[in-house]
């Protein structure tokens, strides 16, 4: 089949669909399938419920120099 001939089907079988309500009520809960859903403001900003979720009467600077002193270092001694 030629694209001259596929798009000539296209246009004729369109053509029975847009005449035929309830064939063409099939067709586009079809498409509407295929595509993805959209996301609810809800759904995007998800993220956001966890910003500034963090509660501590400790302040940036106490809480960084808790992090530093509990660092630790490895001194495993590896024989090669």
């Known amino acids: 089949?030629?694209?001259?001939?596929?798009?000539?089907?296209?246009?004729?079988?369109?053509?029975?669909?847009a005449d035929n309500e309830t064939l063409?009520?099939?067709?586009?809960?079809?498409?509407?399938g295929l595509t993805p859903a959209k996301?609810?403001?809800?759904?995007?900003?998800?993220?956001t419920r966890f910003v500034g979720a963090w509660q501590d009467d400790r302040t940036a600077d106490e809480i960084v120099d808790e992090i530093r002193n509990a660092r630790t270092s490895n001194n495993i001694d590896i024989e090669l």
Do not use: S
Request: charge should be neutral; glycine fraction near 6%; hydrophobic fraction near 50%.
């Open 1 to 17: 089949m030629t694209a001259l001939q596929l798009n000539a089907e296209l246009y004729r079988a369109m053509g029975e669909i």
């Open 39 to 47: 996301k609810t403001k809800e759904d995007a900003g998800w993220a």
């Open 24 to 32: 063409l009520a099939k067709v586009l809960e079809y498409v509407k």
